[in-house]
């Protein structure tokens, strides 16, 4: 797994803290008299919310590209770990919100013909990884025609 | 492929009486009735108002009706459509799957039929031709199985002959119906009378609140054993009668690349189920139907024309000596035998009863906020100990010729037969539980499955669902291919 560590973690960070300033304003808003206890309470959830889980989060997600499929491995507490075959891939996208495009990350998305697993999102890679991978995929899609 | 297929037919312009009388109850009734119920319109000018809407809904589906123009073309249908944005859509019949025929129960009481155009896209209606004469409806499926037959394309050429698969008679359909109880009904019928509680000549709440007073020292066991019987007798009736609807001179045919199936009382629909497109098969059967030998088939197709789940009926309800046939007929599957299957891991038992503390625990509360009574229900405990100790037995796996079957269920048992090249990625997940007592659960995703309907192994071994979700993914990805392709 190459490392784009601290893209990735900026990124869950401020998505994280987004969630943490909308927790604020809510809370601070419904429960005027205990205002300093709630947010006691509630402390050690944010504070795993915004400096445990990302990085958690981060080393729990990982791929690895073989020859004719692509891992996914991600999850903290329920760990889930897709292979998917890449003749079974129907098209690929690299796509890069507002916020990806900040840190310069993009994600690699691939969709496959499944219900489940329809879209298989491999998030947090560099513009040059994605594009390569995906040169691969479809280099290896082109090659098997049926 | 030219463009310039002259769309010179029409649907039929029974059509728009048809349409048109389907369409009365929700705007010619409803709307003025809507109207009425607002402002105070007498019941004369309502009538107006109807017979306004009724002008103006026929002219509408008149208009439809000569914009609507289809033509059939050398290699192709073409079907023009819409009154002020025109619409030319062209269907190379290569790309035609089948042309199903439906007929709903007024269409058929003028002899016309629906023409679906089946195409390998998911829009439903996308060649929908309603409706033109049954004799045309067969014209065009002729026309397009014949210019399969002519030009081999990618498609299974023209069938020979229908060779009948599986069929139903009436005493078929009752029993099966016997064993659709439905309580769906009796909850539409709650949820009716709650909708339209103010236009009831009585106050619903009020009613049930006397019926309380009144014969609340009158709940006997008697009167709530009657009571029970009554709604099973109601549920079982209903049960039969939607299953007659649906599976009345029910015949599933097989011919060539493609199964045909008919059936249904009031809408006589056909279907066609294209063996290319066919992604896995799905063997039902129940408790009691097991003990009595029966079982029911359906098939997981890609696109378009699924009933539910993207499941289709083959068999809704047979021997296992007449599915055996139709899965074989079905790209040479076959049933697992229990037997020969491996159990999930022992453990299984123990994960499912990890959810005990958390049911007793609300239990507790709920008697200690509500009613003590609730506690009663601590008495079914040893029951689902023993469901959770069964429930394992009949949840079992194999893969062999690159077929993988998974059976699960203990009140409704159902065996996926899924061919593994169908398989469109593998996902083995671990809960924080599953990782504490070495199990994982594998999904297996295929084309066409509906989110409650995946293939799911749970509670492997980790090894063996390593391995088994490897060997799967080796297949699919066409790793292992070479030895029979």
Same mark, same amino acid.
């Given at each position: ?13 401020? =998505?994280? *803290?987004?969630? @943490? ?11 005027? %008299? +205990?205002?300093?206890? $709630? ?26 590209? =073989?020859? *004719?499929?692509? @891992? ?11 292979? %998917? +075959?890449?003749?079974? $891939? ?57 | ?485």
């Amino acid at each position: 797994m190459r490392t784009h560590a601290l893209l990735a973690a900026l990124l869950l960070i401020l =998505a994280a *803290s987004t969630a @943490q300033a909308i927790l604020l304003r809510t809370f601070g808003d419904q429960l005027a %008299v +205990p205002r300093g206890l $709630v947010m006691l309470a509630l402390l050690p959830l944010l504070f795993y919310l915004v400096f445990i889980s990302p990085g958690r989060r981060y080393r729990a997600w990982g791929y690895n590209m =073989a020859d *004719s499929e692509l @891992q996914l491995r991600r999850g903290v507490w329920t760990q889930v770990h897709t292979t %998917v +075959p890449l003749d079974r $891939v129907q098209h690929i996208d690299i796509s890069q919100g507002p916020l990806e495009r900040m840190f310069e990350v993009c994600r690699l998305v691939l969709h496959t013909a499944g219900t489940m697993h329809s879209l298989v999102v491999l998030p947090g890679l560099d513009r040059n990884t994605a594009e390569r991978m995906r040169d691969e995929i479809r280099a290896r899609i082109g090659r098997e025609p049926e | 492929v030219n463009g310039d297929t002259a769309a010179d037919r029409r649907i039929h312009p029974a059509t728009i009486a048809l349409r048109f009388v389907k369409e009365v109850p929700s705007t010619v009734l409803a709307l003025p009735a809507g109207l009425a119920f607002i402002s105070d319109l007498g019941i004369g000018r309502a009538l107006l108002v109807a017979a306004v809407m009724a002008i103006v809904m026929l002219t509408l589906n008149w208009l439809a009706w000569s914009r609507f123009r289809y033509g059939v073309g050398e290699r192709e249908i073409v079907i023009e459509s819409g009154v002020l944005s025109r619409t030319r859509r062209s269907i190379p019949f290569d790309r035609i799957q089948d042309v199903d025929i439906e007929q709903p129960l007024l269409a058929r009481l003028v002899g016309l039929a629906k023409v679906r155009i089946e195409t390998g896209g998911a829009g439903r209606d996308e060649g929908l031709l309603d409706s033109v004469t049954l004799a045309e409806a067969n014209r065009l499926r002729a026309v397009v199985r014949a210019s399969h037959g002519a030009a081999p394309s990618a498609l299974a050429p023209a069938p020979a002959a229908a060779r009948p698969l599986f069929e139903m008679d009436l005493q078929r359909v009752l029993l099966f119906g016997l064993f659709n109880f439905s309580l769906a009904f009796i909850a539409g019928i709650f949820a009716a009378l709650q909708t339209f509680d103010d236009w009831l000549p009585f106050d619903l709440y009020d009613w049930l609140a006397a019926f309380d007073r009144s014969y609340a020292d009158r709940f006997t066991p008697a009167a709530v054993l009657a009571l029970l019987l009554l709604a099973a007798l109601l549920g079982l009736a209903a049960g039969m009668l939607r299953t007659l609807s649906r599976d009345y001179g029910f015949r599933l045919t097989a011919e060539g690349g493609r199964f045909r199936r008919e059936r249904g009382l009031f809408t006589r629909s056909e279907v066609v189920i294209s063996k290319k497109r066919l992604q896995l098969a799905l063997v039902e059967t129940g408790l009691v139907r097991r003990r009595l030998g029966w079982f029911g088939l359906s098939f997981q197709t890609l696109g378009s024309g699924a009933d539910a789940g993207g499941l289709q009926s083959a068999a809704p309800f047979g021997r296992k000596a007449e599915v055996a046939p139709i899965l074989e007929e079905a790209n040479g599957l076959r049933m697992a035998e229990a037997g020969e299957m491996i159990p999930v891991s022992s453990r299984h038992v123990l994960r499912i009863l990890a959810a005990l503390p958390v049911l007793l625990l609300t239990l507790v509360v709920a008697a200690a906020l509500w009613k003590p009574w609730v506690l009663l229900i601590l008495l079914a405990l040893p029951l689902f100990v023993a469901f959770a100790a069964r429930a394992r037995r009949f949840h079992r796996y194999r893969l062999e010729d690159r077929i993988l079957f998974v059976a699960r269920g203990l009140w409704r048992q159902r065996l996926w037969i899924v061919p593994i090249a169908n398989v469109q990625a593998v996902s083995l997940s671990r809960s924080p539980l599953q990782r504490c007592l070495g199990l994982a659960t594998l999904a297996f995703d295929t084309a066409g499955a509906s989110l409650l309907n995946t293939v799911r192994i749970v509670d492997l071994r980790i090894g063996p669902a390593r391995e088994l979700a490897d060997e799967v993914a080796a297949y699919s990805s066409g790793r292992k291919s070479g030895t029979d392709r």
